[in-house]
């Protein structure tokens, strides 16, 4: 089969079309034929960084960890799915799980699921990462109906889903974003915008909550944009991040009463830890995508298998709007 082969990682990387050897299932998992897969920040990381992140597989390496295709054939012990299937996931592309830059992959049955009917197969390919990402940190922070939840890069791949699903929750959500394009996409996906360039914290949590505080504070931005969530929340409130490698002085969270939720959606990947549970979660992204709560937004730009480096430089460039998506 063809696939795209990362021979040796840096900032410059190349992917390299390549003849490998197609795959062959094995008990518990699926050959999936791969129809369009999905560019996520930690892949840019992964190619960039190599084995400076404890989780780059080793070299030559096929990247990718989103999908969306068809099962080809079934392993020993599988009994949810069945030759010909649409099916999604995030099933590889770091440590030892071969990704899905190339025609075919092994992927976990655990780590699937059966791809929304109403999506197609670019639009399921987007979701799985960021999906299970929002969702997990949505229900860790205890979301609940007539909360208000701020959602910090609410524009972004994560932030764009945890809007949609804030609105399936039944709370009333707001997002920063930082120039109208980003806003615009927010107010379209029904949160109120906060153009966090022109409005500080104090502000907008005085106009939005009677100084109060968000219930809940969505950060997927993280950083040191966390001293931001705390400021943002109110007393005893949740604040759930996914990107917290930093220092920082926790006493304003202590004095609040926060609780902070760190979600780190690779777990069950990396250390074969209740892999189910992202099954079970895809399927209910699933189900609200077919009830009509959930969207992913795509960037305008396409890309096939042939340009992966083009893919990559559209989402480290910043300039992309929604996920960027390639086509096999």
Known sequence: MQAMLINAYGENAKFQASEVAKPEHHPGHVLVKIAASSVNTVDTMIRKMGKDLPLSPDTP??????????????????????????????????ADLPGSLAEYMVADSKLIAHKPKNLSMKEAAA??????????????????????VLVHGGSGGVGHVAIQLAKHFGAEVYSTGGGEKQLSLIEGLGATGINYKTESVEQYVNKHTDGAGFDLVYDSVGGANLTKSFEAAALNAHVATTVSMCELDLTPAHFKGLSLHVVFMLIPMLHNHKREEHS??????????ESGGLKPVLDEQTFSLANVGEAYARLESGKGMGKVVIEN
Not at 69 to 90: A, H, I, N
Not at 128 to 135: E, G, K, R
């Open 61 to 94: 390496a096929i990247l990718g960890m989103d999908f969306a295709g068809t099962v080809e054939s079934v392993g020993e012990g599988v009994s949810d799915y069945s030759v010909g299937d649409e099916v999604y996931g995030c099933a590889g592309g770091l």
């Open 127 to 148: 979701l799985p990462l960021v999906a299970i990402t929002a969702y997990e940190g949505l229900v860790r922070a205890q979301i609940q109906k007539g909360q208000k």
């Open 280 to 289: 079970e979660i895809l399927s209910k992204i699933a189900e609200i995508s």
